[in-house]
């Protein structure tokens, strides 16, 4: 799918005429329709106005561009704001936001419910059967929250199905510290604005209540779509994971295929091909490996800081193919023509406000050129990784409380770090979630994965003692999935396998860092060598710790201040397998040196340090091989077939020089 959001109703009938011809010349052929639309759709309660989607849907048919239709649930219209003003979204300190923006509705209240099921139901009729109908695309990010009394009372249902009983809440939240205790469901509130610290288990709880909120409110569109068009997908678009209120392991399953919205986090072609390969390894995760759609990326820019800067020219292209590289299926956009007005119309659009005659839509029309090539590759299967890195939406959100020993701990921090280094180092990696069958990997990360149950604990067990590496960092395994600390020396749950004990915290502040040395000897670059133990080999950043060895051999130490001469990284033989443990978050040169000489010991396949090399196989026996390098020498990668970018053949080995990328569909193996 090559294309994006398309809101023609901003636009008059010549500008419609331009866009189908544009729309031909760069070879869109999806459009994302009506995603903010309810106002025009419904512009008083009860009645609609359909007739200019029903002449989108038919040009875009005509024009040989499939819709995506969405619901426009995420933009309730004014006349619905001043009908139902306790639908509203109230912010934890009790403030009520108004109309004037989007996503003004608090999605447990009953009459946006009713509305939004009533809305989804006339598109499902009156579209269900229109041959430019592609997909569904219910709502738009799912991703607000509200503390009002509607979500007050959903939440409380949600805790009773949670815990049966008081008891078993007031336990789980350690409600005896601070007079807490709750005698009656009536008194239990959303983590309200407070004088002082909120409640850890009822923060984390009410992240998890609309995480389920939110997934029903999606359920229940997507079955009222589907009593009309049981055949045609459905899904919604994800917000990337930084941004994500909700737990996508739990979504992943009721979606018909994965869409996300990626942002690039930096404009620089490294940093940004790392944030691509994290984020599209994390989408194939959520979907169970399957293909996914990238719903959205903005074309050309980076918003950072609030300043919009460009992607280099080409750059648009060669990023679309690394998530196609990863299991996309699409390369979509926020949008196709920049907006003349509204609160958006300085974002970046395939057409921009310059017009067709641009470098922009240049590039456009070359990425259209190229994606024409690789239509064999769509609906054909990533091949999975034998390295994963876990990542947990609970962690995420309780190391974001406060009162914990540092702020600056974020899980999916430190899970990009330790993707990025195996990326770095050439390895590919999947991602999963905490609990999953790891069986199929040589080695699996455990970074600041903070909750851990007993139960996805023993499944960590029974991988490394079955012969499984394992590398832990600090900050896993620390608390309990109610966010309730495992006692007797961190991370009491992990112990055993790690053979360490860690009694006290020490986190660094942002600027500074610990120097490590060796214990016996280092790794350089992938080589092992022994060396004097005073000479300084790493440092560390944001996390020490106090650590004794219970089993564990030491790997490194720190070399000064009150931990001088304690363990840093340990490594741990249990069972069949290795587990590695690291208190403090290595410099990514130290990382990618550390992981790629576990993962080299492991057999974990790898090409040089820079390349990335992933396939995708087709039910029918064939193979799509993508190189891309990032490094700055050239690359062979070893691999027969043609290169559907050049069309020139290759045989037994593909060069690939700095900076550039291959798609080769190879002869079957
Ligand atoms: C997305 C959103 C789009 C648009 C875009 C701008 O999060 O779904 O509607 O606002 O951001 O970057």
């Given at each position: 799918?090559?294309?994006?959001?398309?809101?023609?109703?901003?636009?008059?009938?010549?500008?419609?005429?331009a866009?189908?011809?544009?729309?031909?010349?760069?070879?869109?052929?999806?459009?994302?329709?009506?995603?903010f639309?309810?106002?025009?759709?419904?512009?008083?309660?009860?009645?609609?106005?359909?007739?200019?989607?029903?002449?989108?849907l038919?040009?875009?048919?005509?024009?040989?561009?499939?819709?995506?239709l969405?619901?426009?649930?995420?933009s309730?219209?004014?006349?619905?704001?001043?009908?139902?003003?306790?639908?509203?979204?109230?912010r934890?300190?009790?403030s009520?936001?108004?109309?004037?923006?989007?996503?003004?509705?608090?999605?447990?209240?009953p009459?946006?419910?009713?509305?939004s099921?009533?809305?989804?139901?006339?598109?499902?009729?009156r579209?269900?059967?229109?041959?430019?109908?592609?997909?569904?695309?219910v709502?738009?990010e799912?991703?607000?929250?509200c503390?009002c009394?509607?979500?007050?009372?959903a939440?409380?249902?949600?805790?009773?199905a949670?815990y049966?009983?008081?008891?078993?809440l007031?336990?789980a939240?350690?409600?005896?510290?601070?007079?807490?205790?709750?005698?009656s469901?009536?008194?239990?509130?959303?983590?309200r604005?407070?004088?002082?610290?909120?409640?850890?288990?009822?923060?984390?709880?009410?992240?998890?209540?609309?995480s389920?909120?939110?997934l029903?409110r999606?359920?229940?569109?997507?079955?009222?779509?589907r009593?009309?068009?049981?055949?045609?997908?459905i899904?919604?678009?994800?917000?990337?994971p930084?941004?994500?209120?909700?737990?996508?392991?739990?979504?992943g399953?009721?979606?018909d295929?994965?869409?996300?919205?990626?942002?690039?986090?930096?404009a620089?072609?490294?940093?940004?091909a790392?944030?691509?390969?994290?984020?599209?390894?994390?989408?194939?995760?959520?979907?169970?490996?399957?293909?996914?759609l990238?719903m959205?990326?903005?074309?050309?820019?980076?918003?950072?800081?609030?300043?919009?800067?460009?992607?280099?020219?080409?750059?648009?292209?060669?990023?679309?193919l690394?998530y196609?590289?990863?299991?996309?299926?699409?390369?979509?956009?926020?949008?196709?023509?920049?907006?003349?007005?509204?609160?958006?119309?300085?974002?970046p659009?395939?057409?921009?406000?310059?017009?067709?005659?641009?470098?922009?839509?240049?590039?456009t029309?070359?990425?259209?050129?190229?994606?024409?090539?690789?239509?064999?590759?769509a609906?054909?299967v990533?091949?999975?990784?034998?390295?994963?890195?876990?990542?947990?939406?609970?962690?995420?959100?309780?190391?974001?409380?406060?009162?914990?020993?540092?702020?600056?701990?974020?899980?999916?921090?430190?899970?990009?770090?330790?993707?990025?280094?195996?990326?770095r180092?050439?390895?590919?990696?999947?991602?999963?979630a905490?609990?999953?069958?790891?069986?199929?990997?040589?080695?699996?990360?455990?970074p600041a994965v903070?909750?851990?149950?007993?139960s996805?604990?023993?499944s960590?067990?029974?991988?490394?003692?079955?012969?499984?590496?394992?590398?832990?960092?600090?900050?896993?395994?620390?608390?309990?999935?109610?966010?309730?600390?495992?006692l007797?020396?961190?991370?009491?749950?992990?112990?055993?396998?790690l053979?360490?004990?860690?009694?006290?915290?020490?986190?660094?502040?942002?600027a500074?860092?610990?120097?490590?040395?060796?214990?016996?000897?280092?790794?350089?670059?992938?080589?092992w060598?022994?060396?004097?133990?005073?000479e300084r080999?790493?440092?560390?950043?944001?996390w020490?710790?106090r650590?004794?060895?219970?089993?564990?051999?030491?790997?490194?130490?720190?070399?000064?201040?009150?931990l001088?001469?304690?363990?840093?990284?340990?490594?741990?033989?249990?069972?069949?397998?290795?587990a590695?443990?690291?208190?403090t978050?290595?410099?990514?040169?130290a990382l990618?040196?550390?992981?790629?000489?576990?993962?080299?010991?492991a057999?974990?396949?790898?090409?040089?340090?820079?390349?990335?090399?992933?396939?995708?196989?087709?039910?029918?026996?064939?193979?799509?091989l993508?190189?891309?390098?990032?490094?700055s020498?050239?690359?062979?990668?070893?691999?027969s077939?043609?290169?559907l970018l050049?069309?020139?053949?290759?045989?037994?080995?593909?060069?690939?020089p700095?900076?550039?990328?291959?798609v080769?569909r190879?002869?079957?193996r």
């Amino acid at each position: 799918m090559f294309g994006g959001d398309y809101n023609p109703e901003q636009w008059d009938a010549a500008t419609w005429a331009a866009d189908d011809a544009l729309m031909r010349e760069a070879q869109v052929n999806t459009a994302t329709v009506g995603v903010f639309s309810w106002a025009l759709l419904e512009p008083a309660e009860g009645s609609y106005s359909f007739d200019w989607l029903d002449a989108t849907l038919d040009r875009l048919h005509a024009n040989g561009v499939r819709v995506v239709l969405a619901t426009p649930t995420a933009s309730p219209p004014p006349w619905f704001t001043l009908a139902h003003p306790d639908a509203l979204p109230v912010r934890p300190d009790g403030s009520r936001l108004w109309h004037g923006s989007r996503d003004t509705y608090c999605a447990a209240a009953p009459a946006y419910r009713e509305a939004s099921l009533r809305i989804a139901a006339e598109l499902g009729k009156r579209y269900g059967s229109h041959p430019a109908l592609a997909m569904w695309h219910v709502h738009n990010e799912y991703g607000t929250m509200c503390w009002c009394d509607h979500a007050a009372s959903a939440f409380r249902a949600w805790l009773r199905a949670r815990y049966g009983s008081l008891d078993s809440l007031n336990e789980a939240w350690g409600t005896a510290f601070w007079s807490q205790h709750y005698s009656s469901w009536d008194e239990v509130l959303p983590p309200r604005a407070t004088q002082y610290l909120p409640n850890p288990g009822q923060s984390l709880d009410f992240r998890r209540f609309w995480s389920d909120e939110l997934l029903a409110r999606y359920v229940e569109q997507r079955d009222v779509l589907r009593s009309h068009t049981p055949e045609v997908p459905i899904t919604t678009n994800f917000m990337g994971p930084e941004n994500l209120v909700m737990d996508p392991w739990s979504w992943g399953r009721e979606v018909d295929a994965v869409a996300v919205d990626h942002y690039l986090s930096s404009a620089s072609p490294v940093a940004g091909a790392a944030d691509i390969a994290f984020v599209s390894d994390w989408a194939r995760g959520i979907g169970g490996g399957r293909p996914w759609l990238l719903m959205e990326q903005a074309p050309s820019t980076v918003i950072s800081d609030g300043v919009l800067t460009h992607r280099s020219p080409g750059r648009m292209l060669s990023d679309s193919l690394e998530y196609v590289a990863r299991g996309s299926d699409s390369a979509l956009f926020f949008q196709w023509r920049a907006s003349r007005a509204g609160a958006e119309m300085y974002h970046p659009a395939l057409v921009p406000h310059a017009g067709p005659d641009s470098r922009m839509f240049a590039e456009t029309v070359a990425l259209g050129a190229t994606l024409s090539r690789l239509g064999e590759v769509a609906g054909s299967v990533p091949v999975p990784a034998s390295a994963a890195v876990m990542v947990d939406a609970s962690s995420q959100w309780a190391l974001q409380t406060r009162g914990l020993p540092s702020p600056h701990v974020r899980h999916l921090d430190v899970a990009r770090a330790v993707h990025g280094a195996l990326w770095r180092s050439g390895i590919g990696c999947d991602v999963v979630a905490a609990g999953a069958d790891l069986s199929a990997y040589s080695l699996v990360a455990v970074p600041a994965v903070y909750l851990m149950s007993s139960s996805s604990a023993a499944s960590l067990r029974a991988y490394v003692a079955g012969g499984g590496q394992l590398v832990v960092t600090f900050c896993s395994g620390i608390a309990d999935e109610q966010h309730r600390i495992w006692l007797d020396g961190y991370p009491g749950v992990l112990r055993d396998v790690l053979g360490i004990r860690v009694e006290e915290f020490h986190p660094l502040q942002p600027a500074t860092s610990a120097g490590l040395v060796a214990d016996g000897g280092s790794w350089t670059g992938r080589l092992w060598t022994e060396r004097p133990r005073t000479e300084r080999l790493w440092t560390g950043r944001l996390w020490t710790e106090r650590l004794r060895a219970e089993g564990a051999s030491v790997l490194a130490a720190y070399d000064s201040g009150d931990l001088a001469g304690l363990p840093a990284v340990t490594k741990h033989s249990f069972g069949a397998g290795t587990a590695w443990y690291l208190s403090t978050l290595l410099s990514d040169d130290a990382l990618a040196a550390l992981l790629g000489s576990i993962a080299d010991a492991a057999g974990v396949p790898a090409s040089p340090p820079g390349v990335s090399v992933t396939r995708r196989e087709g039910t029918d026996g064939r193979s799509w091989l993508f190189a891309f390098n990032h490094g700055s020498s050239a690359a062979w990668v070893p691999t027969s077939g043609v290169d559907l970018l050049t069309g020139v053949a290759v045989a037994g080995t593909l060069e690939v020089p700095p900076g550039r990328y291959a798609v080769i569909r190879e002869e079957a193996r």
